[in-house]
């Protein structure tokens, strides 16, 4: 895993006399420390009673011509090395304009310091950042301005990005700090620059992407680490870069096309990329010992898939991606397929996604159009509800599940209609049996799983909704739902009076809600949760908004029509309730 772990004096690490470039990877972020990090980084290498530690960083040798250059990829510490390096040309913008005034042995010390920031020869700087936006020619503009060798221009709003006020600001504290000491800016500059130089950096090289991941995890480390997706993307832009493929930015294109099918989430993003290996493992080359694609075997299997084939890899993913991102709702179509996703999305089915992703690339040779990819969503969903709610299969059983699936329709046999009636099979031999499910409906279901209780309370009041009557009850405001689960006995420790009285009295009020509050029972569906809270049965079934409109158990949901014909609310009502709403869910849900 490790190649080496050494530490070196910065000095070491950035020598005028080496032929050592660092480049960061496209993928990286760009700059983004600020003036904490800055003043935290100044004061502990000015304060330091001897050499400073200033960490770790993480390099992978990405050399093509060892007599030419030795150039290290920073896969962790480029905000560190971004930021020494500022300081460091801070250092020499001060020493420089006083040029005419330094004795030799100063000026020798310039000399040395101009060539830490770029090399000897060819003036190519020794650090190269992120190239994203205005982060590279910012880098190399303030380079220029601090009387370095290299060429930069001034872009819009140049005093306002990070590289350039982080390098204003050494100035300014290497100024400060001259003042404070009563020395003149000369002194308090080489000061400074010797604090730099001697200060330790341990410097980690990997031999690859996938050595960089597990090394962060064994670290910890606790700042914003490269995840699988990062790392995969950084070998395809390198791939594509060493053998002449396409360039940097075109694959970088394509990556971030890819990610845009998929959104912005990463646990999207990464799932996206265990199902596509998982889908097409038959069609894809051979990568030993993974047989199925688990977050631990991500980056091995794609360095494989890229090294093997880096000019097609890109291909067929991105069409799989689109397809994943209907799958996923991010691309929706406003089909009534994309109906029957969302739902699935609702469902908590994400382990299905992997056939839907399959049977979605191959339609056109099972002869399936959208009709027969709504009846495998529709039994998905039955699936996982009973799933989710069981706890059967387990977990780690589904993957492949799903697989096997793959394999048995890839075989031919099944075209058209035929392939939702073998999903359907497949599913009912994997689900729970019926008495277990009914078991788990008739106990405390919210307290089980409360999004399974949602999902459906919410389909069975969907159900009954016409075009007149709908409400949306997955509509969201400012992230959360508007419509959510509302317990009709509270839950609370602090019962009001009132329900005490109801229940007949303090110990029999605190056994019912310890037997029945979360049954599905007691469960309903309102808008207005946070306002009925703790009120009495009574005033949860009759209450109103300042307009007169009903916003209590009166709402119109069919849901809550039970609610509506009861005047008390006790142990009974609770229990009659639960077998009503299990027998529905029970058959809503059948996998039939």
Known sequence: MIKSANQHPVFSLMSPQSNVLYKVPPYQREYSWQRAQWEALFDDLIEAEGAHFLGTIICLDQSVDALEATVFEVIDGQQRLTTLTLLMAAIHSILNEQVSDLDEDVKIDLVNLRRQIVRKGDTAPR??????????????????????????????YLSLRKIYKCFHHFKAEILELAETRDTSPVEAALDVLAAVNKAIIVKIEVASHSDAFVLFESLNNRGMPLTPVDLIKNHLLAQSERKQVMTVEDAFKLWNQMLTSLGDSYANQE?????????????????????VATKASLIRIYEALVS???????????????????????????????????????????????????????????????????????????????????????????????????????????????????????????????????????????????????????????????????????RRERGHYVWTIEHVLPQGQNLPAGWIEMLGGSEAAVAVQGEHVHRLGNLTITGYNSTLSN??????????????????????????????????????????????????????????
């Open 271 to 291: 799932r996206f990329l265990r199902h596509y290996y998982n889908a097409f493992k038959l069609d894809l080359p051979q990568v030993p010992n993974a047989p």
């Open 308 to 474: 093997h084939d880096v000019e097609n890899f890109m291909d067929d993913l991105l069409p799989a991606s689109a397809a994943y991102g209907r799958i996923t709702g991010v691309l929706d179509e406003e089909q009534p397929l994309d109906k029957a996703f969302a739902q699935l999305n609702r469902a908590q089915a994400a382990p299905s996604f992997v056939l839907l992703l399959w049977l979605l690339r191959r339609r056109d040779t099972l002869v399936i159009g959208d009709p027969q990819l709504e009846r495998v969503a529709s039994h998905l969903v039955d699936f996982f509800v009973r799933r989710n709610l069981t706890g059967f299969p387990q977990t780690y059983a589904l993957p492949r599940l799903f697989m096997d699936m793959i394999t048995a329709l890839e075989g031919g046999q099944y075209q058209g209609d035929d392939v939702p009636a073998a999903v359907l099979n497949r599913l009912r031999q994997a689900s729970s049996t019926e008495q277990v499910f009914r078991e788990r409906l008739l106990g405390p279901v919210y307290e089980e799983n409360s999004d399974v209780a949602r999902f459906v309370l919410a389909t069975l009041a969907e159900d009954a909704m016409t075009k007149e009557s709908w409400q949306d009850l997955w």
């Open 535 to 592: 009120k009495s049965f009574g005033e949860k079934k009759h209450r109103k908004d300042s307009f007169g409109r009903p916003i209590g158990y009166a709402n119109g949901l069919s849901l809550n029509a039970y609610l509506m014909e009861t005047e008390t609310w006790t142990a009974e009502q609770i229990e009659e309730r639960t077998v009503l709403l299990a027998d529905q869910v029970a058959s809503r849900f059948a996998l039939a």
């Open 127 to 156: 650090l190269t950042p992120q190239r994203q936006g205005s982060n590279y020619n910012d880098f190399l503009y303030v380079l220029g301005q601090a009387g370095l060798p290299v060429d930069g221009s001034w872009t819009g």
